[in-house]
């Protein structure tokens, strides 16, 4: 029987990955923290809704005997989908839910979080714990965190998301810019505020294409909406452009000019936005990446395989990365965590390495003279 049971395991972020993560574990009485830099799970805002996908979040889930949660906190119907072209012409819907539902059924980010903390032992995620550095300590890790705390681990997993913190320990390789940027905003109570953009969206998704630019709504169960434009920027665009993202009349400006050629009723979100808008450039892992592995310090999620989010796969790559590192840890035929680690890894690095180019193709369609038919046939082959 291997000893990695008997150490110390210390994650790093609480995100789905980290939290599904440390509850396979927990399950099999590993030694699991979490150690995450908000002060408390409701410290930032929640973003768009999440489809899980059958062979990948759902059966990390399943494995974790979450599912009856999850089916009491899903939204059936929110994955009903209406492709429009620039001018608010529907030009495909798929309502077919209830032959769908059983694979790729939505949930809110909130409720989901909820649900992997409510699965965990108390006091499993130390709040407030912003990580500043890592020391090699005699076969195991120091952790030193912004507020002066400093831990001990045996084994350190990098959960903490896309600009990971971690991940230079590991690995230098940096990802690539995809040349696409996103500028994310929400609307709160969007029946009342937009209610042509409400009926629109039909309590689903809204994926709109038009001069090679994208634009995506999501309903989401607390009455708002998330949207996202998609733009063909240089990567230093956000900073470059002289657009303070806090000022919605600033924001305002830039749509009108960039979606000159699209429909008013577009510009209803943003005028109705409850937020500062937020600028995100579009990064992916290069596809061939690979390291040496290290018997106590490994990676899952975006921290190993950042990716645009055009395929869908973020979260539920995430979680099968904390379903397979989970069987690995506790697989016997491993005599040490260097080769289980070492497993993991390779099985993860190739299956991100197929995901990541599909997804930079879809990226890639979706922003171009092709997107809505690229689109529907995706949607409609389903």
């Not at 999850?70 to 839910?97: L, S």
């Not at 995100?280 to 310090?297: A, K, V």
């Amino acid at each position: 029987m291997n000893n990695i049971k008997n150490k110390k395991i210390a994650i790093i972020g609480a995100g789905p990955g980290g939290l599904t993560l440390a509850r396979l574990l927990q399950m099999d009485g590993f030694n699991i923290n979490v150690y995450e830099r908000d002060t408390d799970e409701n410290a930032r805002p929640k973003g768009a809704t999440l489809d899980l996908h059958e062979e990948s979040g759902l059966a990390a889930l399943q494995a974790a005997g979450l599912m009856d949660a999850f089916m009491a906190n899903y939204r059936p119907g929110a994955d009903r989908t209406r492709i429009v072209d620039q001018q608010g012409n529907i030009v495909f819907e798929d309502n077919d839910t209830d032959n769908r539902e059983a694979f790729r059924p939505e949930i809110d980010r909130g409720p989901l979080q909820k649900i992997l903390l409510d699965s965990l032992e108390k006091d499993t995620v130390i709040w407030n714990s912003h990580f500043v550095s890592l020391k090699p300590n005699s076969g195991s890790w120091l952790i030193e965190f912004k507020n002066g705390d400093i831990v001990q681990a045996d084994i350190v997993i990098a959960a903490d998301g896309a600009n990971s913190k971690i991940r230079p320990y590991i690995t230098p390789i940096k990802p690539f810019y995809s040349g696409i940027t996103i500028v994310e905003g929400a609307v709160y109570s969007s029946a009342t505020a937009i209610p042509k953009m409400h009926a629109l969206l039909n309590g689903g998704k809204i994926f709109a294409m038009g001069s090679e630019k994208s634009l995506i709504v999501s309903s989401k169960g607390d009455g708002s909406l998330v949207f996202y434009t998609g733009c063909n920027t240089p990567e230093a665009w956000a900073k470059e452009s002289g657009i303070d993202f806090s000022d919605k009349n600033q924001v305002i400006n830039w749509f009108k000019n960039e979606f000159s050629d699209w429909d008013p009723i577009w510009l209803e979100l943003f005028e109705n936005a409850s937020a500062a808008f937020v600028p995100r450039p579009q990064y992916c892992m290069p596809l061939d990446q690979s390291w040496e592995t290290i018997s106590n310090l490994t990676m899952i999620g975006d921290a190993a395989h950042l990716m645009p989010p055009y395929a869908g796969e973020g979260v539920n790559m995430a979680m099968l990365d904390a379903l397979e590192l989970s069987q690995c840890f506790k697989d016997n035929r491993f005599q040490n965590s260097e080769e289980a680690v070492s497993a993991y890894e390779k099985q993860m690095l190739k299956r991100a390495s197929k995901t990541a180019d599909m997804t930079m193709q879809s990226t890639e369609a979706l922003h171009s003279t092709n997107a809505l038919n690229y689109l529907i046939n995706i949607i409609g082959g389903e």
